[in-house]
């Protein structure tokens, strides 16, 4: 080790995968770095792939200006867990042939540079090597950097242009990192100040005194300018391998039917749950992955309320055999194998059954888990209120035992198994994640008496209903979803004003409005109704009738208007029959759909 | 009492009539107490607007009540059980307004859905109501009455309360709603606010007279209440009721005889 860097700096290998994000997500789908794609996140572009690049698509670009500039743009919202999944086989890899790889995050990791030049003779030999077993693995792009401190070397890694390796000689860094200019610090505040004192490159800063910087800037400017000046202290913190708990279960022959794969599996189970529990910990999130013969692979992640027992782990196992149907016991190919993977664990001792208290949760959960088992997991639901503006999608149904889903997955989740198993309602388009959802005008009715259905010209929808997606804590009792606080949090103009219908149909029901001379009611371009309703029927025969008692309207409801397949606009009204019960009508391309009633 | 000359007749027949029917039924229950036909069964908190209404002045756990086509008048029995930290499940009603639920005090952290039991209505029910104090359903279709006994004596030893929407053979009482008038909607203008609805409750046992109230269902703040009489004739509560009238008396000789 030179002298130069003696003070803090470790020769440091940093391994680099560009846009890794875009390929976990292009493998996820079968899809080729070579299509336009984008990863997005809170509506901006996180990442995109060279074809997108090549359209014009930047990182920090608005999800709508992308598509503009790439009209074949493919948007995933930015899945962490796919992408550390993705990322996991290769540093698996690499831990085989070095020990000791401290993951800086999913596409990036670093080691310590000295034992694998010792093995492999020289710096470069050595990242050759991990090139070579990367590309084994199917990635061709990764790059490595070698210098003196984590930072240089990542620099030198992500440093533009064609060569695969790069070695900044012991001793060269600072100079290395000179000429780079200041935004790679990625102290945004920092960086902007510096500039306007007329510092553009690291080595500026870095031929600023140290202690100047640190009087100045605080401690995170110091960390700054050592990092600028090449004797970044940080060392490689190499992460302990994490023990895989799972067990597989490969059939010979391959069997056909649900019983008898449930039959073989479950003293699997038994051992697969006491052995966590020897080590003190309990399941409480678990990964099927099942195999056929036909090669397929349905994997899926299944939560646990509690944790996992091993009845719990054979129930799981049949219900993705079952997929979303009820009992029968023909698969579409025989299965050779069922792998079964703790995700998350968690120290027994927080799920102990307390000696007083916990009894009726208990008993709630052993019996709506016993109603699963009979309707399948999908059956019993538990329900929270997210944003929308139509009754049905406010509600937001996850099944017992699962995380409460992103408001904007609409209604319930779906129904049959995911293949792209654990945040299966996280890949889903998250509608109120666009910025600018909807416009929601209401004015006055005919006769002026009163301001209807939430508000006046309230353009954009603003605030995000984030605040519905609530993390559960990690290992924590994970129960039914809270009730969201999320829909009072943001408001959502044009939706429903007090008092909120009883009865949300599941499926909207069409029914007839028509005007005292037997002609339908309509609305015209301009939003205005054509035609005073005078009768009404819940359905569509002209038999049912009945004379209207009292209505208004219509608001009319426009969301997404920018996506051709999701747009909707529709115009509402209320009405009162002359039962004295009230309904919710749309009109929906000149037809009248009942949304709700208010029974 | 008849200087409000403009009343409606509907609010005349709840009034005047209340206080001796409140005292009827106090004797009624009374009575039936020494009479000690079937044990007592133990009260579950109920929503104060529909408690008065109910007989017994309570849900009770155990039994079953029916209601005709009203999701709110379910709602408003479901409400009370809830915010006493009681588990609510509902079987077979994929239509049920969750957030309206929730407005109207239904807690959904203790709320489980099964919307589409299938043809394991009974089954499921059934083991809904061995772990939740209310089960809500609806019968599908044509169900044998041994089902519907055995699922009767179910909710009876696991002590849970069954609401029907719909018929029930064995109801402890059956909620309908008679009358309904929305607010702030007129023909043209306004949207819905609030509706007064007259709530009419038929008990299993009594003389089959039903007891009928006023009820804000819900009113402008999405709260059930019932629906304040005129000045004066408010300041009658109902159980206050101790007045001896002629008719009062002349109807407890009925009873008796």
Redesign the interface.
């Given at each position: 080790m030179s002298a130069g860097a003696a003070a803090g700096a470790v020769r440091t290998m940093v391994l680099w995968c560009p846009d890794w994000p875009v390929a976990a997500a292009a493998e996820a789908e079968g899809l080729t770095l070579d299509d336009p794609i984008a990863v997005i996140e809170n509506g901006l572009v996180y990442a995109c792939s060279e074809g997108a690049r090549s359209d014009g698509v930047r990182r920090g670009l608005r999800l709508r200006e992308a598509q503009a500039r790439s009209p074949r743009l493919r948007d995933f919202p930015y899945d962490p867990v796919r992408v550390n999944r993705a990322f996991e086989p290769l540093i698996g890899a690499l831990e085989e042939m070095s020990p000791n790889v401290q993951v800086m995050r999913a596409g990036s990791c670093a080691l310590r540079a000295r034992g694998p030049k010792r093995f492999y003779g020289s710096e470069h030999a050595a990242a050759l090597a991990f090139l070579e077993r990367f590309a084994e693995l199917g990635v061709t792009e990764a790059r490595v950097g070698v210098a003196d401190g984590l930072f240089a070397a990542e620099q030198a890694a992500r440093l533009p242009g064609v060569d695969l390796i790069r070695i900044v000689p012991e001793g060269a860094s600072p100079e290395f990192l000179a000429r780079l200019p200041l935004q790679l610090l990625a102290e945004d505040e920092l960086c902007a100040l510096l500039w306007r004192l007329g510092i553009r490159t690291l080595g500026d800063f870095a031929r600023l005194p140290a202690e100047d910087v640190r009087s100045r800037f605080g401690e995170p400017g110091a960390r700054a300018h050592e990092r600028a000046s090449g004797t970044d202290p940080r060392r490689v913190i190499p992460r302990v391998p994490p023990e895989v708990r799972e067990s597989v279960n490969a059939f010979e022959p391959p069997l056909e039917r649900i019983d008898q794969i449930t039959f073989s599996i479950r003293a699997e189970a038994d051992r697969f749950v006491g052995e966590l529990a020897a080590a003190r910990l309990v399941c409480t999130e678990l990964r099927v992955e099942i195999a056929t013969e036909r090669g397929e692979v349905r994997e899926r992640t299944w939560l646990h309320p509690r944790w996992f027992g091993a009845s719990d782990v054979v129930d799981r196992v049949r219900w993705q055999l079952q997929g979303g149907s009820?009992i029968e016991s023909t698969l579409s190919a025989p299965v050779v194998r069922v792998r079964l993977t703790a995700e998350t664990v968690d120290d027994s001792a927080r799920h102990e059954t307390g000696l007083w208290g916990t009894g009726s949760e208990e008993?709630?959960h052993?019996?709506?888990s016993?109603?699963q088992s009979?309707?399948g997991h999908e059956?019993?639901?538990?329900?929270?209120?997210g944003g929308g503006r139509s009754?049905r999608e406010?509600?937001l149904?996850v099944p017992?035992g699962d995380r409460p889903a992103t408001p904007a997955a609409p209604g319930r989740t779906a129904p049959t198994m995911p293949r792209t198993a654990p945040a299966a309602a996280l890949s889903t388009p998250a509608a109120p994640t666009l910025p600018g959802t909807a416009t929601a005008a209401s004015r006055t009715?005919?006769?002026?008496?009163?301001i209807?259905?939430a508000g006046t010209e309230a353009m954009i929808e603003p605030a995000v209903t984030r605040a519905a997606v609530r993390p559960t804590s990690a290992g924590g009792r994970r129960?039914?979803?809270?009730?969201s606080a999320g829909?009072e949090v943001a408001p959502w103009p044009g939706s429903l004003?007090?008092?909120?219908?009883?009865?949300?149909?599941?499926q909207r029901r069409q029914v007839l409005l028509m005007t005292g001379r037997n002609e339908l009611v309509d609305v015209d371009e301009s939003g205005e109704?054509v035609g005073?309703p005078a009768r009404f029927s819940p359905d569509v025969s002209s038999r049912s009738l009945r004379p209207?008692?009292?209505?208004?309207g219509p608001w009319p409801v426009s969301e997404r208007w920018w996506d051709s397949r999701k747009a909707r606009r529709v115009d509402r009204l209320?009405l009162?029959d002359a039962?004295?019960?009230?309904w919710l009508l749309a009109l929906d391309r000149h037809l009248w759909w009942a949304e709700?009633r208010?029974? | 009492m008849f200087e409000y000359g403009a009343m409606t007749d509907a609010a005349l027949d709840v009034s005047s009539p209340a206080p001796a029917g409140e005292e009827i039924r106090a004797l009624q229950s009374r009575i039936s107490q020494m009479q000690a036909t079937k044990l007592d069964t133990r009260a579950v908190r109920t929503h104060p607007a529909i408690a008065p209404l109910l007989p017994g002045g309570s849900l009770r756990a155990g039994a079953a009540y029916s209601v005709e086509?009203?999701?709110?008048l379910?709602?408003a029995l479901m409400a009370g059980p809830s915010a006493d930290g009681i588990?609510c499940g509902v079987v077979g009603l994929?239509?049920?307004?969750?957030?309206?639920?929730?407005?109207f005090g239904v807690?959904?952290?203790r709320?489980?859905?099964?919307?589409?039991?299938?043809d394991?209505w009974l089954?499921?029910t059934a083991?809904?109501a061995?772990?939740?104090g209310v089960v809500v359903t609806r019968v599908p279709g044509r169900v044998p009455d041994a089902a519907m006994a055995r699922l009767q004596a179910r909710i009876r030893q696991r002590e849970a309360t069954l609401i029907v929407l719909g018929d029930w053979p064995q109801s402890e009482a059956t909620l309908r709603?008679t009358?309904?008038?929305?607010t702030?909607?007129?023909?043209?203008?306004?949207?819905?606010?609030?509706?007064q609805?007259m709530v009419s409750v038929t008990a299993r046992t009594g003389n089959g007279r039903p007891r009928r109230g006023r009820l804000w269902l819900?009113d402008g703040d999405?709260l059930f209440r019932p629906v304040m009489e005129l000045p004066g004739l408010a300041a009658v509560p109902p159980v206050d009721g101790r007045r001896e009238t002629p008719a009062s008396l002349r109807l407890l000789h009925e009873v008796n005889g």
């Open positions: 009820t008993r709630i052993h019996g709506l016993r109603v009979i309707v059956g019993v639901l538990t329900a929270s209120i009754p406010r509600q149904l017992w009715a005919p006769s002026g008496s009163r209807a259905l129960r039914g979803p809270k009730s829909a004003p007090p008092p909120l219908p009883t009865t949300v149909f599941e109704l005073v209207v008692q009292a209505w208004a209320q009162v039962d004295g019960v009230a709700a208010y029974d | 086509s009203s999701t709110a379910v709602m588990w994929p239509d049920f307004g969750v957030e309206a639920a929730s407005r807690d959904l952290e709320l489980a859905l099964v919307p589409h039991p299938g394991e089954t499921v083991a809904m061995d772990v939740v709603i009358e309904s008038t929305w702030g909607i007129g023909s043209g203008h306004g949207y819905l606010a609030g509706r609805a819900p999405e």
